[in-house]
């Protein structure tokens, strides 16, 4: 039976955590800010069995990969796996995104005078991303990079109409009740302008400019970090 080792390359430790991590009595999550802990412990745990995954935010060409997006839970109707009978877990969607926008900052929003209307219907419009791609994607697209693409399709044409109108339109034809559905028309209301359109659609594009970056893209287009694997002691 193999343990499993997560090495996050993002906190701090001390000669605390050696002897610890060298029992190997479980599943570890580590912070190893200067790669020390996998150097020294990392050979021996993988010699008693352990599966080591190391999330490098510094070298991210020598991190494995994680995307949030596979961690988003899915609930099947009455024992069918089709796609049509399954249901996203709707709370994980809220806590990636929520996640998402206390961990990033926007400062053309950021710095205006406290109105949260903008960071709300950003979010709303995101909402409606996510829950799209996570509908209508098979695992292999469900990502930041997809995101973006959908982004790159909001500008409307002469007539007002974009290609993600018409992608959402057809999806509620088929799931008129589905929250994505729901949450796109919201965020159709607070754009009514043009000019607020292209402001949430900006702001929302500028939150996710880091996902553009090769090197970040790569890094979490896909899974392999494989964290559903670990399994809480009480």
């Known amino acids: 039976m193999s343990f499993y080792l997560v090495v996050l390359v993002l906190g701090k430790s001390r000669y605390y955590f050696k002897p610890n991590i060298l029992n190997a ?33 510094d070298e991210k060409d020598c991190s494995n990969n994680y995307n949030p997006f596979l961690y988003v839970k ?3 109707n009455q024992g069918n796996n089709t796609k049509e009978n399954t249901q996203i ?3 994980d969607v809220m806590t990636l995104i929520n996640t ?12 205006t005078t406290g109105d949260p209307f903008w960071v709300k219907a950003e979010m709303i419009y995101l909402q409606a991303l996510f829950y799209y791609v996570l509908r209508h994607y098979d695992k292999r697209h469900q990502n930041f990079t997809t995101i973006l693409n959908l982004i790159r399709q909001s500008n409307p044409n002469a007539a007002g109409v974009s290609e993600l109108d018409n992608l959402f339109n057809d999806w509620e034809k088929k799931e008129p009740d589905a929250v994505g559905v729901k949450q796109y028309k919201h965020f159709k209301v607070a754009a009514s302008a043009p000019k607020m359109m292209s402001t949430i659609i900006m702001t929302a594009t500028a939150r996710l400019a880091a996902f553009n970056i090769r090197e970040v893209a790569n890094l979490t287009d896909t899974d392999n970090m494989e964290l559903d694997r670990i399994r809480y002691a009480y």
């Open 89 to 91: 877990q709707e709370d």
């Open 74 to 76: 899915e609930v099947h």
């Open 25 to 57: 009595t479980g599943s570890i999550i580590v912070t190893d800010p200067k790669a020390e802990l996998l150097r020294d412990c990392g050979y021996s745990l993988k010699k008693k069995g352990y599966t080591i995954k190391v999330l490098n935010l």
């Open 100 to 111: 998402l926008m206390a961990n990033t900052k926007v400062e053309g929003i950021d710095s």
